[in-house]
């Protein structure tokens, strides 16, 4: 039985005495008030040491039992983003390939003669003879530091064809031009060297 339940148990047990020691000496009687008091002052110090006791019990209880605290959940940590991939470096572009210039034809003044370094002599030759002997005397002309050469080809359109061939495909030519007339007029030509040092591929 809970401390409460007694606590009921004796204020009944009281009301129960009290009515009945008033029954037997009268209610309205001044021995019957006296009892009356005194029972009633009874119950409350009896109330007073049941509250008192429900204190003390109720304080035990909150000791013995304490709080338990439950441990803080550990907070998951997000994982770090990866770094972002660099971007590929673009690619470089690609060297520009070295074209050399073709040679280029110029216009000479048709009645004025000029002054050159060497003069080639090809009248009545084959056309691969020809084609040699032009070769190498572009080559010696060029080693030797020559400005012009002045080629002689007569009116044989096989031997025209040749050196035109050759001068585009020659890379120590730079210009060339027909002869002026005192020079052979259009069965000649006149020959411009590029600068010496760096002959580039060609004859």
């Known amino acids: 039985m809970t401390v409460l339940g007694l606590l009921a148990a004796f204020v009944a047990g009281v009301v129960i005495a009290v009515q009945s020691d008033s029954a037997e000496i009268g209610l309205f009687s001044g021995i019957g008030i006296a009892f009356v008091l005194q029972r009633l002052h009874s119950l409350s110090r009896a109330v007073a040491v049941l509250r008192a006791q429900v204190a003390e019990l109720q304080r035990a209880r909150t000791e013995a039992s304490p709080d338990i605290a439950m441990p803080a959940e550990p907070q998951s940590v997000p994982p770090e983003a990866a770094p972002a991939p660099k971007p590929p470096a673009p690619p470089e572009p690609p060297e520009p390939a ?71 495909r020659s890379g120590r030519i730079a210009r060339y031009a027909q002869a002026p007339i005192p020079m052979g007029g259009s069965q000649a030509w006149i020959v411009y060297f590029r600068g010496p040092g760096t002959p580039p591929e060609g004859n």
């Open 98 to 168: 070295v074209t050399e210039a073709q040679p280029v034809q110029i216009n000479l003044a048709a009645g004025m003669a000029i002054d050159v370094d060497g003069t080639l002599d090809l009248k009545g030759h084959g056309r691969n003879d020809a084609e040699e002997r032009l070769k190498e005397r572009i080559l010696d002309g060029h080693a030797l530091g020559w400005r012009t050469l002045h080629v002689v080809l007569g009116p044989a359109e096989d031997l025209r064809s040749m050196f035109l061939d050759l001068v585009a």
